[in-house]
C-alpha cells in the first residue's frame, strides 16, 4: 500500500472550512472513502459538517455511523475489534452513498476494504493542528491547521 500527496492547505481556520470541503469535492469525485486522519480534537467532526453542509450533523462516535444526504459519516473511536465493522451492514449503507468520511478508521482499513464498493477509491485527509500550545478545549475557531489529501493505492 502506498500514499501520494494530492492536495495541502495550509493555515486552515474554522472559517475556511467550507472552502476546503468544497476544493475536496472538486478534487475527489464521487464513490469515495476519506479517512479523517487527526488526533483528538483538531475538528474531524467539525470538518465532516462543512463537507455534508449541514450545521446539524453530529458526531456519530456512540451511534456510530450517521447518514445525511449522499454521505455516510462514521466514528470508529469506541470500536475494540475489527469484527464489529461487519455487524454494521456497510455495504448497505454505501449502495446510494457518494462519500464515506471515517473518523478513527485507519486501523480497520483492511476490514473496510472488505466492506467497501468496488467502485470506491480510498484517501486520507490528515488533519494537523499548527500550534502544540492548543488544547482541545480551546476555542478553535482561533487556531489554524494544515490538511494534506492522500490518494492511497495498491490496495
Given amino acids: 500500500m502506498s500514499e501520494k500527496l ?3 492547505w495550509k493555515k486552515v ?4 472550512l467550507g472552502y476546503i470541503a ?3 469535492k472538486e478534487t475527489v469525485k464521487p464513490k469515495a472513502l476519506i479517512f479523517l486522519d487527526a488526533p483528538m480534537g483538531a475538528g474531524k467532526t467539525t470538518f465532516a ?3 455534508i453542509s449541514d450545521d446539524e450533523t453530529f458526531s456519530p462516535s456512540y ?3 450517521s447518514e445525511t444526504h449522499s454521505v455516510l459519516h462514521a466514528d470508529f473511536y469506541r470500536l475494540k475489534a475489527a469484527e464489529e465493522i461487519y455487524h454494521l451492514e456497510l455495504p448497505l449503507y ?3 452513498k457518494s462519500y464515506f468520511l471515517v473518523e478513527w478508521g485507519r486501523p480497520y482499513l483492511n476490514t473496510l476494504l472488505k466492506e467497501l464498493p468496488e467502485d470506491f477509491e480510498v484517501f486520507s485527509m490528515k488533519i494537523h493542528v499548527n500550534s502544540e500550545t492548543q488544547k482541545e478545549d480551546d476555542d478553535k475557531a482561533s487556531f489554524s491547521r494544515n490538511f494534506s489529501l492522500y490518494k492511497i493505492n495498491d490496495l
Wanted: glycine fraction near 6%; charged fraction near 40%; hydrophobic fraction near 45%.
Fill in 49 to 51: 459538517k462543512r463537507f
Fill in 13 to 16: 481556520f474554522v472559517g475556511d
Fill in 22 to 24: 468544497h476544493e475536496l
Fill in 94 to 96: 454505501l449502495e446510494d
Fill in 6 to 8: 494530492v492536495r495541502e
Fill in 63 to 65: 451511534a456510530v455511523l
